[in-house]
């Protein structure tokens, strides 16, 4: 791989204790990932464009990092025990815990493609998966603990928005197959990860910018909210899912005509974001 795993954007003006993370968005092709679908249908699993869609947050004090490898060769949104026995060639040699994401070929290693094929046209050997866990997944999960312990240490409180983008329709190893969604998916996992406040705020400033949001349906929230998300402690935690048909073709991942516009509101957001972080503080 060219890149580190992990790209953080610093804050531009002084930092305020607001987190951003894009998991998914990353392009970097690892050499040895060996996947068996051709890469156009691989890239498919992409959140394309989403780190580059909340660019503008270093500008309002907040931290955003991103994953430059792609979320198909290893997930950071899955916890470590989500691994597939089916996908390894040997014994992972301790005890798993498959999700129900493994169940539907989209755990730790992704074990089918988003067009329904294989990932791979041979099993992978643990110590294949290991690596990836230490060369992706450990650095990404490390940097982002990293910076929401300095600024929660810093403030005595942290905000964290794990940015994401989803198919405008559930597709077959979704939740919710043929169905289509909202344009915004906020999940906290049903009320656990953050304060009601914080969902509040981000519903009501999409919502006053004409978008329909969804909360925990059919997305609650995964792996990296569930692990940072305290709010007895004062570590706020919120999933957003973006509809993809708002800024790009879903098969191209080319940007459309409303990329533009999107990339405004979500600037537009993040103000709105920064403002109540900076009253929540008091
Ligand atoms: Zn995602």
Redesign the pocket.
């Known amino acids: 791989m060219q890149n580190p795993p992990v790209h953080r954007h610093a804050p531009a003006i002084e930092a305020i204790p607001l987190v951003l993370d894009s998991?998914?968005s990353g392009e970097d092709y690892p050499a040895d990932f060996d996947h068996a679908p051709p890469r156009v249908e691989v890239r498919r699993a992409e959140?394309t464009h989403v780190a580059r869609l909340y660019r503008s947050a270093p500008r309002y004090g907040a931290t955003l990092l991103e994953a430059t490898f792609p979320?198909s060769y290893i997930d950071p949104?899955r916890s470590l025990a989500d691994v597939d026995p089916d996908l390894l060639a040997d014994a992972w040699g301790e005890p798993l815990a498959p999700s129900r994401k493994t169940a539907q070929g989209i755990g730790l290693v992704w074990r089918i493609a988003r067009n329904g094929v294989p990932m791979y046209a041979r099993k992978l050997a643990s110590a294949e998966v290991r690596a990836r866990i230490e060369r992706c997944w450990q650095p990404y999960h490390d940097a982002l603990a990293a910076e929401l312990d300095a600024r929660h240490r810093a403030f005595g409180a942290v905000w964290h928005i794990d940015c994401?983008?989803m198919p405008a329709v559930g597709d077959a190893n979704a939740d919710d197959p043929g169905r289509t969604r909202a344009d915004f998916v906020l999940g906290d996992r049903d009320g656990t990860t953050c304060d009601a406040a914080f969902t509040r705020t981000v519903a009501e400033a999409l919502q006053g910018m004409g978008y329909g949001v969804a909360v925990n349906d059919p997305y609650k929230g995964v792996e990296l909210v569930r692990k940072h998300g305290r709010p007895a402690e004062k570590r706020h935690s919120l999933q957003i899912e973006v509809n993809r048909r708002l800024y790009m073709d879903e098969r191209t991942l080319v940007p459309n005509d409303g990329y533009a516009a999107l990339e405004r509101d979500l600037e537009r957001l993040l103000a709105e974001v920064a403002l109540f972080v900076r009253r929540s503080l008091g």
Request: charged share 30%.
């Open positions: 998991p998914h959140d979320r949104n994401h983008s």
